[in-house]
């Protein structure tokens, strides 16, 4: 994340929207070579997703057809082409910079608006089931320390976090 | 001590200005100022009656300064010191001030506060004047003698034009052949034809017929008379001043007397030590003993002595026919008197091995467009075929990838500029010689920008030629059959495409020659930040450096093809030859000075000093004070500006007669509004107030403008003695920050405008009240705008109260 | 002894006690103590990262926190973790401006970054604290007729500018290790590439498409087992083969082991205490080839 680092253009609204949020910084560096496609395991199952697409469409405004893509959701997070960018196009992040937009305009595939749900419940995106944590003491673990939910939940009002999450509840 | 007289000179251009100031009332005052003895009102004063009056006042002994108020226009000022100095006193008592652009054009609507200010400026102008001091001229000799360091194709025809021109040349080159990048490459765009070619030599070299141009070898580059070619030596030191700088070289054995040596290769078929041959990409092998390409210079075997094994074997020895192997020549050091020195190292291939992803170095098929040129060259290592370097089989599926290093911010964010045309050209010499060849360019843009260019890239498409728009992002290999694999995603058909190949072809970026930073370092020059030689002015003056004398041109400024390279060459021997023809280097004594008893040896002003003109000399044990080379001393002022003991001065522009000048602009104010001094650097800076005046753009007559050489030479405490003399705002106007004339002046000056205003704050002032301009001549209107938000500024704030006002 | 704060996040405890088992048994046998803080929540990985990355940061930077009030760095097993927390690290350690910002939101929960302690994968502590040579003189089986597909995935290399843990290209500290017990790691097809773990739960489909690529090459390559250094990478490629079974008509049998596992069973400790039945893949043809 180059925050702060990065001199912002005079692009246009969607653009800037990227470019001004954590993780978007480096947006309008990108000359489309294509070397994040080539790199993506997704990209080369499915035409569905084009990382190069994705950036193009964002720098050409097209916002509504990024933001309502199911496409945007179906990176994996390998890093792959953020790891080869010639131009150092944090794409990966960027991404995630305009799931984040997409989040706030209420853009949420379901399994999203779980996770933020669970996160806000017991500080885990991954439920540890009663019977787990019984389970350890027989197999030889040691109990599990108790969770900084509260300490969690202070974080998540700090960022309004937890406005977002009803905001999708309430859509 | 001569008594002062002043002449004061008011031109009123053509009786127009005085339409606007009123000529009498300015008569009157000038009357009045003390040290005024002569008064001329004229229509002009750089020729006719206008400068005989001149003349004829000096040569009368009524006046012994003498200030013109002349417009700017007709660079007045050059005619009127030339004939004061026939005259007969020194033409740096001259003060010429320009009336008409800086007072009477701008200040038109409001002519009774133009003629104030123009009282002010005339006070300044005389107050100056009497201060001014006598500056000798100073001659220099210049030897008239070159080096040229590089003798690839641009540093033979820069080499041939001085010889040519009669000077004295030095082709100094570290390998052991010349030809540089040329030898290799075998042939060139846009001509397609041999690459180690050159010009004609002018020179009356008998039998060599003058055409446009010459094999090397046939050039008769070599027969020169007053051209000496050294091989195998590498410069080590670099010693004394423009027009006589002492040069060490370190001149390597080559162990082959070249006189003797008859290229008959009785040598190579007995040498015992093989090695894998990087000159030709290691696609063969060479022996200790061996010859690059027969026809580039000089004619004669070297050997490696590396991996020779001397006098334990010496076989090479025995069969030599002329005797011409020699075992026991020995490293020499020679040292040369030069007037100038011209760079031309070239550039080379980045290593594409750290673009681990590509397994170049790795996998023997990748391979890069230099040694696809060696394997194209019929004189190279596989004879023209096209083979793949893994087993020596044809290569028929060929693939290109260019930008490897290149537009790439992790290794060189330039782009190479030659590359496309290199693949382009190379594609099409494998689609001509092997028809049924598939070959397909990978790349991000294609770049023909060049005369001739784009025709390539329209050849190449005819050619069956295939592009794919996409960088791969790797190559991998087939483990059963040994093929390589090229993934890309071609953008246009949206599809990602798994390219198969023999070979594959890098075209790398090219970067500064092995040793460019030990050079820069040695002759005092600087890189750019891409690391290439940095120019003097990338606009007007590519061949040239910061310093005197240092000339330079082909790659080693940035990577060029062959035709940029040979103008390029012949321009840097024009500029060379224009330094060296008169023998002398003729510059006056406006230079810095060192007051000894206060210089406190902190060495701040040596590692200021832009042209390294200052050196620290031990006057008494273990004292040192600084020293400012007249030769190299540039009339910057900027280590004037960094002492912090005022312990440096520059002649023709001290602090009394800034402190003077400042004080006179201050003296009269004649408008309601605050007084605001403009100090303007003599290049930018005082070029854009000319051009709004010249443009008759209009803004406020309480700015009143002084000139400094660079706004680098101004101190913080001027800044404050600005404010005392009356100015309630002052305004710094200098170059662009990237831009300076200077190189760092109006950085400097930037910093020290900031420290100034952190200052300003703690003293309850307030810190808008000094502000750092920067802008050029054709922002004319930028210094308009900043003069009135100045002015406005400082009316919102109210009148400045200081402490003691002097 | 060398004392790190183990960071166990969610997934490992949620789904996996043999990796936890493994993972404590075999560094403690090794030496190095695993101290469990309280406090600690999810590294908020990237389903969190997707929805706002502030929180993530801030989130992460909380966790890290309480390492630093506990004077120890941290270890984590899952490598999802360890990006998280180590890119957050990283990144607050040499952006001022951006530490300001998360501090200013931690302030709320009582708490403040300074950037003192390290964020380190178990890997790495093995590779650097431990030492594969000590690994080779502690193991009481050798794997030696062991042939290993290993496979780090993603967030252990990348983005390597941040994690600076192998070199991203060509990385050899988990086939070094993995040598260090006595087995092979072979070489196959696209090693580097992703499971596709991430996309489980929003296209099962394509995750399903890439985790089989995974199979089908480290099947070609004569593998007798992946190892994995990540639960996510481990549920695509364990409980995804029964899923690619019944899509594909493909079995491959191919058990997948973490590296604590393959280490604990080097080590000597009893295959009954490592909960190996949470493997759908059974596991068994492997321990026979314990020597």
């Given at each position: 994340m180059e925050y702060g680092k990065e001199q912002k253009t005079t692009g246009s609204e969607f653009s800037n929207a990227i470019t001004s949020r954590l993780g978007g910084e480096t947006l309008t560096r990108c000359y489309q070579c294509g070397t994040c496609v080539s790199s993506c395991p997704v990209a080369r199952l499915t035409d569905e997703f084009n990382p190069r697409e994705i950036i193009k469409l964002s720098l050409l405004e097209e916002s509504a057809r990024v933001l309502s893509s199911d496409s945007i959701w179906l990176c994996c997070s390998c890093y792959s082409c953020q790891e080869r960018c010639p131009q150092k196009v944090e794409i990966a992040d960027v991404i995630y910079a305009i799931r984040n937009i997409a989040f706030e305009k209420g853009y949420i595939p379901n399994i999203y608006s779980e996770f933020a749900s669970a996160i806000l419940d017991d500080g885990r995106i991954v439920n540890i089931s009663k019977f787990m944590e019984q389970k350890r003491s027989t197999i030889g673990l040691p109990p599990l320390t108790p969770t900084g939910v509260d300490a969690l939940r202070k974080i998540l009002s700090a960022t309004g976090f937890d406005k977002l999450q009803k905001e999708v509840e309430e859509a | 001590?001569?008594?002062?007289?002043?002449?004061?000179?008011?031109?009123?251009?053509?009786?127009?200005?005085?339409?606007?100031?009123?000529?009498?009332?300015?008569?009157?005052?000038?009357?009045?100022?003390?040290?005024?003895?002569?008064?001329?009102?004229?229509?002009?004063?750089?020729?006719?009656?206008?400068?005989?009056?001149?003349?004829?006042?000096?040569?009368?002994?009524?006046?012994?300064?003498?200030?013109?108020?002349?417009?700017?226009?007709?660079?007045?000022?050059?005619?009127?010191?030339?004939?004061?100095?026939?005259?007969?006193?020194?033409?740096?008592?001259?003060?010429?001030?320009?009336?008409?652009?800086?007072?009477?054009?701008?200040?038109?609507?409001?002519?009774?506060?133009?003629?104030?200010?123009?009282?002010?400026?005339?006070?300044?102008?005389?107050?100056?004047?009497?201060?001014?001091?006598?500056?000798?001229?100073?001659?220099?000799?210049?030897?008239?003698?070159?080096?040229?360091?590089?003798?690839?194709?641009?540093?033979?025809?820069?080499?041939?034009?001085?010889?040519?021109?009669?000077?004295?040349?030095?082709?100094?080159?570290?390998?052991?052949?010349?030809?540089?990048?040329?030898?290799?490459?075998?042939?060139?765009?846009?001509?397609?034809?041999?690459?180690?070619?050159?010009?004609?030599?002018?020179?009356?070299?008998?039998?060599?017929?003058?055409?446009?141009?010459?094999?090397?070898?046939?050039?008769?580059?070599?027969?020169?008379?007053?051209?000496?070619?050294?091989?195998?030596?590498?410069?080590?030191?670099?010693?004394?001043?423009?027009?006589?700088?002492?040069?060490?070289?370190?001149?390597?054995?080559?162990?082959?007397?070249?006189?003797?040596?008859?290229?008959?290769?009785?040598?190579?078929?007995?040498?015992?030590?093989?090695?894998?041959?990087?000159?030709?990409?290691?696609?063969?092998?060479?022996?200790?003993?061996?010859?690059?390409?027969?026809?580039?210079?000089?004619?004669?075997?070297?050997?490696?002595?590396?991996?020779?094994?001397?006098?334990?074997?010496?076989?090479?020895?025995?069969?030599?026919?002329?005797?011409?192997?020699?075992?026991?020549?020995?490293?020499?050091?020679?040292?040369?008197?030069?007037?100038?020195?011209?760079?031309?190292?070239?550039?080379?291939?980045?290593?594409?091995?750290?673009?681990?992803?590509?397994?170049?170095?790795?996998?023997?098929?990748?391979?890069?467009?230099?040694?696809?040129?060696?394997?194209?060259?019929?004189?190279?290592?596989?004879?023209?075929?096209?083979?793949?370097?893994?087993?020596?089989?044809?290569?028929?599926?060929?693939?290109?990838?260019?930008?490897?290093?290149?537009?790439?911010?992790?290794?060189?964010?330039?782009?190479?500029?030659?590359?496309?045309?290199?693949?382009?050209?190379?594609?099409?010499?494998?689609?001509?010689?092997?028809?049924?060849?598939?070959?397909?360019?990978?790349?991000?843009?294609?770049?023909?920008?060049?005369?001739?260019?784009?025709?390539?890239?329209?050849?190449?498409?005819?050619?069956?030629?295939?592009?794919?728009?996409?960088?791969?992002?790797?190559?991998?290999?087939?483990?059963?059959?040994?093929?390589?694999?090229?993934?890309?995603?071609?953008?246009?058909?949206?599809?990602?495409?798994?390219?198969?190949?023999?070979?594959?072809?890098?075209?790398?970026?090219?970067?500064?020659?092995?040793?460019?930073?030990?050079?820069?370092?040695?002759?005092?020059?600087?890189?750019?930040?891409?690391?290439?030689?940095?120019?003097?002015?990338?606009?007007?003056?590519?061949?040239?450096?910061?310093?005197?004398?240092?000339?330079?041109?082909?790659?080693?400024?940035?990577?060029?093809?062959?035709?940029?390279?040979?103008?390029?060459?012949?321009?840097?021997?024009?500029?060379?030859?224009?330094?060296?023809?008169?023998?002398?280097?003729?510059?006056?004594?406006?230079?810095?000075?060192?007051?000894?008893?206060?210089?406190?040896?902190?060495?701040?002003?040596?590692?200021?000093?832009?042209?390294?003109?200052?050196?620290?000399?031990?006057?008494?044990?273990?004292?040192?004070?600084?020293?400012?080379?007249?030769?190299?001393?540039?009339?910057?002022?900027?280590?004037?500006?960094?002492?912090?003991?005022?312990?440096?001065?520059?002649?023709?522009?001290?602090p009394d007669q800034m402190r003077a000048q400042m004080r006179g602009l201050m003296s009269v104010n004649g408008t309601s509004k605050p007084l605001v001094l403009a100090i303007c650097c003599s290049e930018c800076g005082h070029a854009a107030v000319d051009s709004s005046g010249m443009a008759m753009m209009q803004y406020p007559a309480n700015v009143r403008i002084m000139k400094v050489p660079c706004t680098g030479i101004l101190q913080v405490h001027q800044f404050f003695e600005a404010f005392k003399t009356g100015a309630e705002g002052v305004m710094i106007v200098g170059c662009k920050s990237d831009g300076c004339h200077y190189e760092v002046g109006v950085q400097k000056a930037e910093k020290k405008v900031e420290l100034t205003r952190m200052l300003l704050k703690e003293y309850g002032i307030a810190p808008e009240r000094l502000e750092m301009f920067n802008m050029v001549f054709i922002e004319g209107n930028k210094f308009v705008e900043a003069a009135q938000t100045m002015t406005e500024r400082l009316e919102k704030l109210g009148p400045l109260q200081l402490m003691s006002v002097s | 002894m060398t004392s790190y704060a183990l960071f166990l996040g969610c997934t490992i405890p949620a789904r996996q006690p043999n990796y936890e088992l493994s993972a404590r048994k075999a560094l403690t046998k090794l030496g190095i103590e695993l101290v469990d803080l309280a406090n600690m929540t999810c590294c908020a990985p990237p389903p969190i990262q997707s929805i706002n990355l502030e929180t993530s940061l801030s989130i992460a930077a909380y966790n890290i926190c309480l390492a630093e009030e506990a004077d120890l760095n941290m270890i984590t097993l899952c490598t999802g973790c360890f990006e998280s927390l180590a890119m957050a690290n990283a990144t607050l350690k040499e952006n001022e401006e951006l530490k300001g910002k998360v501090n200013k939101i931690l302030s709320n929960a009582g708490k403040e970054f300074t950037g003192s302690k390290e964020v380190k994968h178990y890997l790495q502590v093995l590779m650097n604290d431990v030492g594969a040579k000590h690994i080779k003189q502690s193991i009481s089986k050798t794997l030696s007729n062991l042939k290993v597909a290993s496979f780090s995935g993603c967030h252990l290399l990348r983005p390597s500018e941040l994690l600076k843990f192998d070199d991203p290209e060509r990385p050899h500290i988990f086939d070094d290790l993995i040598e260090a017990l006595g087995a092979k790691s072979v070489e196959y097809r696209n090693k580097l590439k992703c499971c596709g773990g991430l996309l489980r739960g929003y296209s099962d489909d394509l995750a399903l498409n890439i985790a089989r690529e995974k199979l089908v090459n480290t099947s070609r390559a004569g593998a007798d087992c992946i190892s994995t250094l990540c639960p996510f990478c481990f549920i695509a490629l364990d409980i995804g083969q029964l899923q690619i079974k019944s899509k594909f008509q493909e079995e491959y049998n191919m058990p997948v082991l973490h590296y604590a596992e393959l280490l604990s069973l080097a080590l000597g400790i009893d295959p009954k205490e490592l909960s190996l039945e949470t493997h759908k893949i059974k596991v068994d043809k492997i321990i026979d080839k314990l020597s």
């Amino acid at each position: 994340m180059e925050y702060g680092k990065e001199q912002k253009t005079t692009g246009s609204e969607f653009s800037n929207a990227i470019t001004s949020r954590l993780g978007g910084e480096t947006l309008t560096r990108c000359y489309q070579c294509g070397t994040c496609v080539s790199s993506c395991p997704v990209a080369r199952l499915t035409d569905e997703f084009n990382p190069r697409e994705i950036i193009k469409l964002s720098l050409l405004e097209e916002s509504a057809r990024v933001l309502s893509s199911d496409s945007i959701w179906l990176c994996c997070s390998c890093y792959s082409c953020q790891e080869r960018c010639p131009q150092k196009v944090e794409i990966a992040d960027v991404i995630y910079a305009i799931r984040n937009i997409a989040f706030e305009k209420g853009y949420i595939p379901n399994i999203y608006s779980e996770f933020a749900s669970a996160i806000l419940d017991d500080g885990r995106i991954v439920n540890i089931s009663k019977f787990m944590e019984q389970k350890r003491s027989t197999i030889g673990l040691p109990p599990l320390t108790p969770t900084g939910v509260d300490a969690l939940r202070k974080i998540l009002s700090a960022t309004g976090f937890d406005k977002l999450q009803k905001e999708v509840e309430e859509a | 001590m001569d008594e002062v007289k002043v002449g004061v000179f008011l031109s009123d251009c053509g009786k127009q200005l005085s339409e606007i100031l009123d000529f009498d009332t300015l008569i009157d005052y000038v009357k009045k100022i003390a040290g005024v003895s002569f008064i001329v009102r004229s229509s002009e004063f750089w020729r006719g009656k206008g400068l005989q009056s001149i003349v004829d006042a000096v040569r009368d002994g009524k006046i012994n300064r003498v200030v013109v108020a002349e417009s700017l226009v007709k660079l007045s000022d050059v005619k009127i010191v030339e004939a004061v100095e026939k005259a007969g006193i020194n033409p740096y008592l001259v003060e010429v001030i320009n009336l008409e652009e800086h007072c009477g054009w701008p200040h038109r609507n409001t002519p009774s506060e133009a003629t104030e200010k123009a009282k002010a400026m005339l006070f300044a102008a005389v107050e100056r004047a009497k201060l001014l001091e006598p500056i000798e001229k100073l001659e220099f000799p210049v030897l008239k003698s070159t080096l040229v360091i590089g003798g690839g194709i641009a540093g033979m025809q820069v080499a041939e034009d001085l010889a040519d021109l009669g000077f004295k040349v030095h082709l100094v080159e570290r390998a052991p052949f010349l030809g540089g990048l040329a030898a290799r490459a075998g042939r060139f765009f846009p001509t397609d034809d041999c690459a180690i070619c050159i010009q004609s030599p002018a020179s009356d070299v008998k039998t060599i017929t003058h055409t446009s141009r010459k094999c090397v070898y046939r050039s008769g580059l070599s027969e020169i008379p007053n051209l000496e070619i050294l091989t195998n030596s590498k410069i080590i030191g670099v010693e004394g001043v423009p027009g006589n700088y002492k040069v060490t070289i370190e001149k390597k054995p080559r162990y082959v007397n070249e006189m003797k040596c008859v290229l008959c290769d009785k040598c190579t078929a007995v040498c015992p030590v093989e090695v894998p041959d990087e000159y030709n990409a290691k696609l063969n092998t060479r022996k200790a003993i061996y010859m690059n390409i027969p026809n580039v210079y000089p004619p004669a075997y070297v050997i490696d002595e590396n991996i020779c094994k001397f006098h334990d074997c010496a076989k090479c020895v025995e069969v030599c026919p002329t005797n011409a192997i020699e075992l026991n020549q020995e490293t020499e050091q020679l040292k040369l008197d030069v007037g100038a020195i011209i760079v031309s190292t070239g550039f080379e291939e980045f290593d594409a091995s750290v673009i681990k992803e590509y397994h170049y170095g790795d996998y023997p098929d990748v391979i890069t467009n230099l040694e696809l040129a060696r394997m194209i060259d019929g004189f190279g290592p596989t004879a023209g075929k096209i083979v793949k370097p893994s087993n020596g089989k044809p290569a028929k599926k060929i693939v290109m990838i260019q930008c490897v290093g290149s537009r790439d911010r992790r290794w060189n964010p330039y782009c190479s500029s030659i590359c496309c045309m290199i693949s382009l050209k190379h594609a099409m010499l494998m689609k001509s010689a092997h028809p049924d060849a598939d070959i397909a360019i990978c790349y991000i843009d294609i770049r023909t920008t060049g005369r001739e260019h784009e025709y390539y890239y329209e050849q190449a498409r005819e050619m069956g030629i295939k592009f794919v728009k996409g960088r791969p992002t790797e190559i991998s290999r087939d483990p059963e059959t040994n093929r390589l694999i090229v993934d890309v995603e071609d953008a246009l058909l949206k599809k990602i495409l798994e390219l198969e190949a023999d070979m594959v072809v890098l075209a790398p970026a090219m970067i500064p020659a092995e040793g460019t930073k030990e050079l820069a370092e040695i002759l005092g020059i600087e890189l750019c930040e891409d690391g290439f030689f940095k120019e003097y002015n990338a606009k007007l003056r590519p061949t040239e450096t910061k310093l005197r004398g240092i000339y330079l041109c082909g790659g080693a400024t940035f990577p060029k093809d062959a035709p940029t390279s040979s103008l390029h060459a012949h321009s840097a021997a024009v500029k060379a030859a224009k330094f060296l023809t008169t023998g002398k280097i003729i510059k006056d004594q406006r230079t810095a000075v060192v007051n000894e008893d206060y210089c406190g040896d902190c060495e701040f002003c040596p590692v200021t000093c832009p042209y390294g003109a200052i050196s620290l000399e031990e006057i008494s044990e273990g004292h040192f004070v600084a020293k400012v080379s007249d030769i190299l001393c540039e009339g910057c002022g900027i280590c004037v500006g960094t002492c912090p003991l005022n312990a440096i001065e520059l002649r023709h522009s001290r602090p009394d007669q800034m402190r003077a000048q400042m004080r006179g602009l201050m003296s009269v104010n004649g408008t309601s509004k605050p007084l605001v001094l403009a100090i303007c650097c003599s290049e930018c800076g005082h070029a854009a107030v000319d051009s709004s005046g010249m443009a008759m753009m209009q803004y406020p007559a309480n700015v009143r403008i002084m000139k400094v050489p660079c706004t680098g030479i101004l101190q913080v405490h001027q800044f404050f003695e600005a404010f005392k003399t009356g100015a309630e705002g002052v305004m710094i106007v200098g170059c662009k920050s990237d831009g300076c004339h200077y190189e760092v002046g109006v950085q400097k000056a930037e910093k020290k405008v900031e420290l100034t205003r952190m200052l300003l704050k703690e003293y309850g002032i307030a810190p808008e009240r000094l502000e750092m301009f920067n802008m050029v001549f054709i922002e004319g209107n930028k210094f308009v705008e900043a003069a009135q938000t100045m002015t406005e500024r400082l009316e919102k704030l109210g009148p400045l109260q200081l402490m003691s006002v002097s | 002894m060398t004392s790190y704060a183990l960071f166990l996040g969610c997934t490992i405890p949620a789904r996996q006690p043999n990796y936890e088992l493994s993972a404590r048994k075999a560094l403690t046998k090794l030496g190095i103590e695993l101290v469990d803080l309280a406090n600690m929540t999810c590294c908020a990985p990237p389903p969190i990262q997707s929805i706002n990355l502030e929180t993530s940061l801030s989130i992460a930077a909380y966790n890290i926190c309480l390492a630093e009030e506990a004077d120890l760095n941290m270890i984590t097993l899952c490598t999802g973790c360890f990006e998280s927390l180590a890119m957050a690290n990283a990144t607050l350690k040499e952006n001022e401006e951006l530490k300001g910002k998360v501090n200013k939101i931690l302030s709320n929960a009582g708490k403040e970054f300074t950037g003192s302690k390290e964020v380190k994968h178990y890997l790495q502590v093995l590779m650097n604290d431990v030492g594969a040579k000590h690994i080779k003189q502690s193991i009481s089986k050798t794997l030696s007729n062991l042939k290993v597909a290993s496979f780090s995935g993603c967030h252990l290399l990348r983005p390597s500018e941040l994690l600076k843990f192998d070199d991203p290209e060509r990385p050899h500290i988990f086939d070094d290790l993995i040598e260090a017990l006595g087995a092979k790691s072979v070489e196959y097809r696209n090693k580097l590439k992703c499971c596709g773990g991430l996309l489980r739960g929003y296209s099962d489909d394509l995750a399903l498409n890439i985790a089989r690529e995974k199979l089908v090459n480290t099947s070609r390559a004569g593998a007798d087992c992946i190892s994995t250094l990540c639960p996510f990478c481990f549920i695509a490629l364990d409980i995804g083969q029964l899923q690619i079974k019944s899509k594909f008509q493909e079995e491959y049998n191919m058990p997948v082991l973490h590296y604590a596992e393959l280490l604990s069973l080097a080590l000597g400790i009893d295959p009954k205490e490592l909960s190996l039945e949470t493997h759908k893949i059974k596991v068994d043809k492997i321990i026979d080839k314990l020597s």
